[in-house]
């Protein structure tokens, strides 16, 4: 929906704020937003409650977004002049974000919460959402156990709890993603420990788990504890699907940096698919190791492992198909011989047990697209 191209009708706009039950002054303020302002916000409030039956939502967070925070919460609080709650069968909620003001500073949980209560929903996904510094004088355990999301999706997030206040409101959660971004937010530091806490209170329901870093920008690190150890994931009996950052999958608590637990103890039995990024960040020679030593127990420790990826900037230029390149295309770069090199045992163990092992670096990836793209462009020109 795009504001610029929606014509205010008073003759339609008024009668359907009347027969809401709005005051006088209520409705007088919803009116002029939509007449002087541009944005999508009054628009939304005001069809959310023409859509009873609603089951996907796709929306713009903008700021302020003055009148869509109060429709929910007075359908949350019981306060909805209707006989019928709004959003009843709302399933699955989609935040996007264009605002410059919100991408700088994030969309605050306390924000995000306001989706978590309706009856039916299941899944969240939403970008920017950040730990502000008013959320932490609420008690996370007055909001626990309320929502029936299974699914949580967010996408260049900020948050220096481990979002326990997102993830310690749903019932059952299934399925965890967060991708952090030090541009947005309070919290320029990454803190995977605090996730692991926050988790723990899903050990027996969570079932996909990715925690990573941002990648559709030009991502720098920062200084902080981005790369310390996540934690064991051995109690999360139900989990099928990891994915994180390779300095966050050892236990390297040791001054001297040497593995203070094995990972073949720290993995659940029930783990299906490990996919692990950033593996250049890490003693790439100590993390293969460990993965060897899963793969050789993998019968008695993980009898469903099936997939085994790593990934990272792990590439190379061959200066010779460099050379051989025509002018004008691409030249495509290879996985670096010293990781093939390292990983030769791993891949050869690897196929003795029916375990795939895949290798990727994003810049291969990206390469591959775009020399795609370019082959697509040219075929429309030709036939233009």
């Known amino acids: 929906m795009d504001a610029y191209d929606i014509k205010y009708e008073p003759g339609v706009i008024r009668p359907a704020l009347s027969a809401r039950g709005y005051s006088e002054q209520e409705q007088e303020e919803w009116e002029n937003d939509l007449t002087n302002g541009q944005n999508e916000d009054p628009w939304l409030a005001l069809l959310i409650p023409l859509l009873p039956n609603l089951q996907c939502l796709t929306m713009t967070f903008e700021n302020p977004s003055t009148h869509v925070r109060k429709v929910l919460k007075r359908a949350l609080g019981g306060q909805w002049p209707l006989d019928s709650q709004p959003l009843a069968y709302l399933r699955e909620i989609s935040v996007q974000v264009t605002d410059c003001e919100l991408e700088y500073y994030g969309v605050p949980t306390s924000d995000a919460l306001l989706f978590f209560g309706f009856p039916s929903i299941q899944s969240f996904r939403a970008e920017c959402i950040a730990d502000c510094d008013e959320d932490e004088y609420c008690s996370p355990e007055t909001l626990c156990g309320f929502s029936t999301i299974t699914n949580i999706d967010l996408r260049k997030g900020n948050s220096k709890s481990g979002m326990q206040r997102l993830i310690r409101a749903c019932a059952k959660l299934e399925s965890f993603r967060y991708e952090h971004e030090i541009t947005i937010g309070p919290c320029d530091d990454f803190n995977p420990a605090a996730f692991h806490a926050s988790l723990l209170h899903h050990k027996d329901t969570l079932q996909r788990l990715t925690l990573v870093f941002n990648k559709e920008e030009d991502y720098r690190p920062g200084q902080g504890g981005e790369d310390n150890f996540f934690g064991s994931l051995s109690q999360f009996t139900a989990l099928r699907e990891i994915c994180l950052r390779a300095p ?14 094995r990972l073949v103890d720290m993995l659940p039995s029930s783990l299906q698919r490990l996919a692990i990024e950033d593996f250049h960040q890490c003693d790439m020679n100590v993390l293969t190791a460990e993965l060897e030593d899963c793969v050789l127990n993998m019968t008695s420790r993980f009898p469903c492992l099936h997939t085994l990826q790593i990934g990272g900037y792990i590439h190379e230029y061959d200066p010779v198909s460099a050379d051989l390149t025509p002018p004008g295309r691409i030249h495509i770069p290879c996985i670096a011989q010293e990781v093939i090199q390292i990983t030769q045992r791993l891949q050869f163990l690897c196929q003795a047990v029916g375990v795939k092992l895949r290798l990727w670096s994003r810049e291969i990836e990206d390469a591959i697209a775009h ?6 462009e040219g075929e429309d020109y030709e036939l233009g």
């Open 248 to 261: 966050n999958l050892l236990d390297l608590g040791g001054e001297a940096g040497y593995i203070q637990t």
């Open 371 to 376: 020399k795609k793209e370019i082959e697509e």
